[in-house]
């Protein structure tokens, strides 16, 4: 067998383990018995984490094909993708080379979104102390793709990029920056819209830095009760279609919820650095997986409902189509007959 197919083989049991993970036992796929953890620690910590990481990148451009005509509840063609890191907690007595405070270890996933699926393409791990602005310099800009991104990415010089990327960017203003004001543009009444302004940096290093116009949005959430401050430099789509694009930036928070709370990535089999990035893009080509077969099955159930039930069912000989489409039938006819009961 060539070793691109062990190592596929390979990555298939892990994969089975890490959705086994959530019961008390570890069973591998062959053979009987426990599997032990230290068995589980070397397995990740010899096995190069590149195994993963790549069939992870198959199936990331698969599923991008898959959500492509997803609609972003706004009309807009071009590729929206949120750019946010979420930090894990590590011991530091077990993982030293992740120090990150003096008595704590911690690592971070810097992670781009598409929001057409919420389908990562793109995580950088690193130690807990990188700054989130550095991950910048780690993209690859795609012209006319809109990136939003929070605060914490406010560096106008890293920013500048994106205008001779042609790409576009999203981001909040922080309270204490200046501008000189060039023009303002009518708002629409009854949009949560206070201002729109095309602005210049007042500062002349911070010209030096970004010498282009940006835009300026003032934003009133009156459900959340915030005012908001956007900056783009994007001069085309209204200015509420900009809010709204910030807004949907939370789905990349959903997703790292969804990976800590489902598939137990705060757990880790192995202390090395190899174990702590096979273990990530093990997760990452699960979830990806169920996001896929959600998508070609169209099934209605959420992620995690899916991710249940393949868990449960691992040693089923029954195909995925037959099992997943079999319990939205059950729901669905439970369903029914819960509103027959209470409509009489």
């Not at 405070?101 to 979104?113: E, S």
């Not at 204490?176 to 302004?197: K, L, M, T, W, Y």
Request: glycine share 4%; net charge positive; proline share 3%.
């Amino acid at each position: 067998m060539a070793f691109g197919q062990l190592a596929y083989r390979d990555s298939l049991i892990d994969i089975e383990i890490c959705l086994r993970s959530r019961q008390p036992q570890l069973y591998h796929l062959g053979i009987r018995g426990r599997v032990s953890h230290s068995t589980l620690a070397d397995a990740n910590h010899h096995r190069d984490w590149r195994i993963y990481y790549e069939l992870a990148q198959a199936l990331i451009q698969r599923a991008r094909l898959l959500y492509a005509q997803d609609s972003l509840g706004v009309e807009l063609a071009q590729t929206v993708y949120a750019l946010d890191s979420t930090t894990i907690d590590l011991c530091l007595q077990l993982f030293p080379w992740a120090r990150f405070q003096r008595t704590k270890a911690a690592v971070k996933l810097h992670t781009l979104l598409d929001l057409r699926g919420s389908i990562p393409v793109f995580i950088w791990i690193s130690d807990g102390k990188m700054a989130d602005v550095l991950i910048l310099d780690e993209l690859s800009l795609e012209p006319g793709a809109f990136y939003v991104i929070d605060r914490g990415y406010l560096d106008f010089q890293r920013l500048h990029r994106f205008v001779r990327a042609a790409a576009f960017y999203v981001t909040r203003s922080k309270s204490n920056q200046q501008f000189c004001p060039i023009q303002s543009h009518p708002v629409e009444a009854g949009a949560g819209v206070r201002s729109d302004q095309t602005v210049r940096l007042r500062h002349k290093k911070s010209q030096a830095n970004y010498p282009d116009p940006l835009r300026r949005i003032h934003y009133v959430d009156a459900a959340a009760n915030q005012s908001l401050v956007f900056l783009t430099n994007n001069f085309d789509l209204p200015a509420a279609v900009i809010a709204a694009l910030y807004k949907s930036r939370w789905q990349v928070e959903l997703f790292f919820k969804w990976i800590k709370q489902n598939l137990r990535i705060k757990h880790f089999f192995g202390n090395s650095q190899n174990a702590v990035k096979t273990q990530v893009w093990i997760s990452v080509t699960v979830y990806v997986l169920v996001a896929i077969l959600k998508k070609e099955l169209q099934l209605q159930r959420s992620l995690s409902s899916i991710l249940q039930i393949l868990s449960i069912n691992v040693f089923s000989k029954e195909p995925l189509v037959e099992l997943l489409t079999e319990v939205d039938s059950q729901e669905s006819e439970c369903d029914m007959a819960n509103q027959l009961m209470f409509n009489y």
